[in-house]
């Protein structure tokens, strides 16, 4: 897997880890071992225009997700895509990380899977959809964590 990540921000966090976990959830959905992703890590003031600027909502956020080849899990035959772009707000996401009851990293590891999920087409809006991209983050990270 082709990852490439770009860290912006003044927040310092583990690219290894975010990079490991991005990689075991894409292996798992079923990508092309020879697809590419890029992750940026940006400041608020950054994740703030992107999110006006593409989603028309004012203000930061965690975690924003940009498709490119429009891929599906379990599409390996098809050969390697370009998934895309998920982009990582660290200094948005250290609040989040407090009220769950966990680090920082853990958060941006949680906010990784969440993303890729996004690229390959899972959505929260209906509670259906919810329970089973939910489900699928946890399961990922629940998995990563033990073989990582």
Known sequence: MNIEITNLATVKCDEGRIKGVAKYSLERLGIHPDSELSISIVDESEMSTLHLQWMDEPGATDVLSFPMDEMKP???????????????????????A???????????????????????GYDHRESEEKEIMFSLQDDYLKGWRIQA
Do not use: F, R, W
């Open 74 to 96: 379990n599409s390996a035959t098809d050969g390697p895509g370009v998934l895309g772009d998920i982009v990582l707000c660290p200094s948005y996401a250290q609040n989040q």
């Open 98 to 120: 407090k009220e769950a009851g966990h680090s920082l990293q853990e958060e941006l590891e949680l906010l990784t899977i969440h993303g890729v999920l996004h690229l390959l």
